[in-house]
């Protein structure tokens, strides 16, 4: 399972995805996609940007 983020072009916000293992941009969508399994290492390095975190991440996370 992969988490998509979305956001308008910024220089330093991609340098700190490409420190996320195994993340991968798709050119066509204009989209990162990261392992579910990188998340807690993605907002670590994505905190500072503010990035709104859709609830349906979290209730991935913590399936009963």
């Known amino acids: ?3 998509l983020i979305n956001f308008t ?3 330093e916000t991609i340098e700190e995805i490409r420190k996320i293992p195994g993340r ?4 066509i969508k204009k989209v990162w ?3 579910l399994s990188e ?3 993605a907002c ?3 905190e500072k940007f503010m ?3 859709d609830p349906k991440i979290y209730q991935a996370l913590v399936k009963p």
């Open 1 to 3: 399972s992969f988490i």
């Open 51 to 53: 990035l709104v975190i």
């Open 39 to 41: 998340f807690e290492k």
């Open 44 to 46: 670590k390095y994505l």
């Open 24 to 27: 991968r941009f798709d050119p």
């Open 33 to 35: 996609s990261i392992p």
């Open 9 to 11: 072009y910024d220089k």
